[in-house]
Structure formats: structure tokens, C-alpha cells
């Protein structure tokens, strides 16, 4: 008879999106579960205010990766999670944005569901959406884009496919949303040109969005980098590429 060995967990994972930063959009699921968590493993881009919700007695283990600073390296936020879940009844693995949009949540949950923990994600409000409405700028608009593409312009070495299709984006999607962008942006808006767009497209950068630091910077596919460089424009932020961000100098006054 062959011995099987089993591993043995008393807690739960719960995948929590933190939302984009302004604890306003926390949802009430996520916030009861920080009031209740016995562990709460978190990410560098949840602000302060959002940590300041967590319950005083749980352990906090700041499992944040920022570009060149990683804090730990995924498999061992991932075994933390399973090591955890063994003597803690609820564990919060909390995330800024939707764990499941450029969050690797989805990598996280199969781990977790390989490895026998019960394991349960709770949706945030993902800054894609909510940074570029807090800059008075909607993704779609009747007369301007009927069309949304979110993507990630930070990819992953080694992954199944090594490179965006940024002219195909340019050619199929009237309002682009780039995660994570503003390092590789200078090599991604010539690929957006070659795809069909105009250098006079217009560009908005948010950086800290929803966030009392929310910091914007306007400009065309043809301008912007003069104006990063100019304003040393750093991450985090997201780059919102479209008609749509004409609407910020009508709409922003309105906020």
C-alpha cells in the first residue's frame, strides 16, 4: 500500500483587491475581510490609508515588487501564503488594483489551489478604470472610442509570448490603456505609430491615481517623452492613449 502524505490547512487565502488607492473604492467585502485577517500579505502599491483599515493585531508582511526592488521573489510570497494558511484561519493576500488584471493573481490561485488551500479572490477596482475617471477622462464615448484594449507594458521574461502586438493594438483599439508602460513607453509609441496611429494622438500619463498625489501629464504620441524627460515623470502610472483624453480639459474641471 503507498504511503500518501497530506498537507493539512485550518485557514483560508483570500486574494483581495485593494483597489487603486483611495479607500473610498475599497469594496465591503475587502474591507471586512482586513478587519477579520489573521495574516495580511501585501503589495507596494496599496497606500497607506488602505493599510491603516487592516485589523492592529494582524501580522503584516510586505510581499511588494516594485521594478528593481522586489521584496520576495513569487514563489516564496506564494509558499508564505501556504505556510500560512496552516495555522492562520483567514489570510489576506492583498493586492493593489483587481488581483486578476496584471496582478498575478490568476499564478498565485493555481499554486494555492495545486497545493490543496482553499482559496477565494475578491474583485478591486483596477486603476486602469479608475485613475484615467479621476482625471476626468472616460475610456469610451460614443462620438470618440467604442473600443478599450488594457495591456501590460512591463512583460515578463520567458513568457509564453515574448512581445505585445503593439501595431495590431493600434490598428483594432480607439482607446489603449497601458499598465505599468512608462519605462519601455519610449520604445512602445514608435510601434503604435508604425500600427497606423498619428504622432498628434492624444496621451495621458497618471501616476498615483485616485490618490490625494494624483499627478497627470498631457501631450500627443509625438510630445510626451520630451515631457517626461522634462518633468522626470517616474512609475508608477499608466499611460491612457486616445481621443477620449481630449475630454480631460472639459470634464477635470468638473471633479
Request: aromatic residues 6%; hydrophobic residues 40%.
Amino acid at each position: 500500500m503507498t504511503n500518501v502524505t497530506k498537507s493539512y490547512y485550518i485557514g483560508k487565502v483570500y486574494l483581495v483587491g485593494a483597489g487603486p488607492g483611495d479607500p473610498g473604492l475599497m469594496t465591503l467585502k475587502a474591507k471586512a475581510l482586513l478587519e477579520q485577517a489573521d495574516v495580511v500579505i501585501y503589495d507596494a502599491l496599496v497606500s497607506p490609508a488602505i493599510l491603516g483599515a487592516i485589523r492592529p493585531e494582524a501580522e503584516l508582511i510586505n510581499g511588494g515588487k516594485r521594478r528593481g526592488r522586489h521584496s520576495k521573489l513569487q514563489s516564496e510570497t506564494t509558499q508564505l501564503l501556504i505556510e500560512k494558511a496552516r495555522s492562520n484561519a483567514i489570510v489576506v493576500r492583498l493586492k493593489g488594483g483587481d488581483p486578476f488584471v496584471f496582478g498575478r493573481g490568476g499564478e498565485e490561485m493555481e499554486d494555492l489551489v495545486k497545493a490543496g488551500v482553499s482559496v477565494e479572490v475578491v474583485p478591486g477596482v483596477t486603476s486602469g478604470i479608475a485613475a484615467p475617471a479621476y482625471a476626468g477622462i472616460p475610456l469610451t464615448h460614443r462620438a470618440y472610442s467604442s473600443t478599450v484594449t488594457f495591456v501590460t507594458g512591463h512583460e515578463a521574461a520567458g513568457k509564453y509570448r515574448p512581445q505585445v502586438n503593439w501595431e495590431a493594438i493600434a490598428q483594432s483599439s480607439e482607446t489603449i490603456v497601458i499598465y505599468m508602460g512608462i519605462h519601455n513607453l519610449s520604445k512602445i509609441l514608435p510601434q503604435l505609430v508604425a500600427g497606423g496611429l498619428p504622432l498628434d494622438t492624444p496621451v495621458a500619463l497618471i501616476r498615483w491615481g485616485t490618490t490625494p498625489e494624483q499627478d497627470e501629464l498631457m501631450g500627443t504620441i509625438g510630445t510626451i517623452m520630451g515631457q517626461v524627460e522634462e518633468r522626470n515623470f517616474a512609475a508608477p502610472a499608466i499611460a491612457v492613449i486616445g481621443k477620449t483624453v481630449h475630454l480631460h480639459s472639459v470634464l477635470a474641471g468638473g471633479l
